[in-house]
């Protein structure tokens, strides 16, 4: 296998994996693993809703940053970023210069398939409305976010589709596809 490259982010909306797959693919090429999200609740001792609601959500676009630009400067480290990290053309270039950025791209389908249940995602809550509705809206704003970031995702050095496969399964792809690369 070919010399990896020392710093991965793995970025993508709520969702696409990340977590699960960045910390398999740590462990399968002896990496450490940080998620961008746990190290600013750590922090705040508030989880991501009650960040937003409490502080904003440029307190912890702040306080995420911060956490990239620390984790950046390790080596041999797997970052998971927040879905909303890359906001703009700064956040994607900046992340680029850290290190190697995969997109774990899923379709908004997925996304609502996997997180319906999950009230830990703040940019997702449905609108308030009759039980019939929160799906179409819940999907509403799944779309519109998508089409927001996904230029900014699509910057990525790679992209590793996501629907249908596994946090194992796309860790693997990503190691697979590193190798080849070197």
């Known amino acids: 296998m070919k010399d990896m490259p020392a710093v991965l ?31 600013v609740e750590d922090h705040f001792g508030k989880t991501i809703p009650e960040i937003f609601m409490q ?24 970052i998971a970023l927040g879905g909303g990290t890359m ?3 700064h956040a994607v270039a900046y992340l680029k210069s850290c290190g190697h950025l995969i997109y774990l791209k899923v379709s908004p389908e997925t996304v609502y398939e996997r997180l319906q249940d999950s009230d830990m995602r703040p940019m997702l809550k449905a ?7 929160e799906k179409e ?20 050095d790679d992209t590793i589709d996501t629907d249908s496969k ?15 690369d070197g």
Do not use: H, N, W
């Open 9 to 39: 982010l793995l970025c993508g909306f709520s969702g696409s994996g990340k977590t699960e797959t960045g910390k398999i693919l740590a462990e399968q090429i002896g990496y450490e693993f940080v998620d961008t999200d746990k190290v």
């Open 127 to 133: 609108l308030s409305g009759t039980k019939g509705d």
């Open 55 to 78: 502080l904003g959500e440029g307190k912890f676009r702040f306080a995420e940053s911060d956490v990239v630009r620390m984790a950046a400067k390790q080596s041999k480290i797997v």
């Open 137 to 156: 809206a819940a999907m509403s704003r799944i779309k519109s976010l998508l089409e927001t970031r996904t230029p900014f995702y699509l910057e990525a």
């Open 166 to 180: 596994t946090p194992t399964e796309v860790a693997e792809e990503i190691r697979d596809s590193l190798s080849r």
């Open 87 to 89: 906001g703009d053309e």
